[in-house]
């Protein structure tokens, strides 16, 4: 415990250094904007459009005020460019002689063509390595939209938005609790081929409509008493999905609030995730979200994630999560079988200079089969 205390105290130390922070949820809670106003896609990551780049513009600890060399719009705001590098130091929960290691999570670089007001395509391509089940190097897609009165059409292969798009993959909210603490449900980058219409006029709300593939989703299995059998069987059997969001504005220029929830559904497959967020403006943020996953007659489960984030002052933030997940594997004839998991994460993000974000953060783990506390480092610089 007194280990935990001095970890928890360096992090407030280091993170307290930082001047400005950008986050994905927490800064829709503690700016007011949605997801669409700083990126190319409405649920958010990849791309970021002009205002997502101002936004980053002068910010660092090392170089205050500073704005990196060239530029990220050409032909007169035609083509956007960006980039996500990640790496990351951590040690694994699973053993005790665990090696602390270091490895790349991201090499990820984005390009947006606007040919009209009309149209957009984007395209993503990471060259990371691939380490899990559904994660997919590449998105390509197409998004048009006569007027902003109408709902925006799009085709391609892309990630459905099933509830909200965190910058954490770690979140057992995407995740299966089972016997060694975590695998994962939506991974990281997950893709599939699909198309849905989008309708965000209103300020207020976000309602989104869609249907995919399951190539990439089918590659997770369930763990039975005889062998794995795949989440989605029928890999050529399409998913739907529906998804709605209010944003109302409890204070103007002071509070602001989310709340929603979506359903995918594959033949015997469905999860829901419901959400919801708080946000004081330049102060607090409060979300929580929890999912329910099943696969019928074989394993359901239920997780439940709340994430605290404090801006101690203009350009820090420090956060807190709790999260606990239940896996139920279901046997024919005999009794249901839970396995529960359960984390506590604390961490900050620092920016040493434009676009350069450092993610120190420290992690309890307990699962039905051991516990432990890990520290990790991440380091990001995106463009």
């Not at 170089?63 to 990640?86: C, E, H, I, S, Y």
């Not at 893709?191 to 399951?214: I, Q």
């Not at 200079?353 to 380091?379: C, H, K, N």
Request: with cysteine; hydrophobic share 40%.
């Amino acid at each position: 415990m007194r280990r935990v205390i001095q970890i928890l105290v360096g992090i407030i130390l280091i993170g307290g250094l930082a001047q400005q922070v950008e986050a994905t949820v927490q800064f829709s809670l503690l700016t007011g904007n949605r997801c669409i106003n700083c990126h190319i896609t409405t649920q958010g990551g990849a791309q970021r459009d002009e205002l997502g780049q101002y936004a980053m513009d002068g910010v660092g600890l090392l170089a205050p005020n500073q704005t990196l060399p060239g530029r990220t719009a050409f032909a007169n705001g035609k083509v956007l460019v960006g980039a996500d590098l990640r790496a990351q130091m951590a040690r694994s929960h699973v053993s005790p002689q665990a090696e602390r290691k270091y490895f790349p999570m991201q090499a990820a670089l984005y390009t947006t063509v606007r040919p009209s007001q009309t149209v957009k395509i984007e395209g993503t391509y990471n060259f990371g390595p691939k380490r899990y089940d559904g994660q997919e190097a590449w998105t390509a897609s197409l998004m048009y939209q006569p007027t902003f009165d109408w709902p925006m059409f799009r085709v391609g292969h892309f990630q459905p938005p099933l509830g909200m798009r965190y910058d954490d993959h770690t979140m057992l909210v995407r995740q299966t609790p089972d016997v060694v603490g975590a695998s994962s449900l939506i991974a990281p980058n997950y893709a599939e081929y699909g198309a849905e219409v989008h309708y965000y006029r209103k300020l207020w709300l976000s309602v989104t409509a869609g249907v995919y593939g399951a190539r990439a989703l089918s590659e997770n299995d369930v763990m039975t008493v005889g062998q794995p059998v795949s989440l989605i069987q029928d890999r050529d059997k399409p998913s739907y999905l529906g998804r709605v969001v209010f944003w109302p504005k409890l204070v103007p220029q002071m509070m602001n609030f989310y709340v929603g929830g979506s359903v995918l559904k594959n033949d015997d497959f469905q999860m829901t995730n419901l959400f919801g967020g708080l946000g004081r403006q330049d102060r607090v943020a409060i979300m929580a979200e929890t999912a329910f996953a099943e696969k019928e007659n074989l394993r359901s489960t239920r997780t439940v994630s709340v994430d605290v984030s404090l801006q101690a002052k203009p350009g820090l933030i420090l956060y807190v999560r709790g999260e606990h997940g239940t896996a139920t594997n279901k046997r024919t004839g005999q009794t249901d079988i839970d396995i529960v998991t359960k984390q506590a994460v604390f961490g900050s993000q620092i920016f040493l200079m434009p676009q350069v974000e450092v993610r120190p953060e420290y992690r309890l783990l307990d699962t039905e089969t051991f516990r432990s506390g890990r520290y990790a480092v991440q380091v990001h610089i995106f463009y």
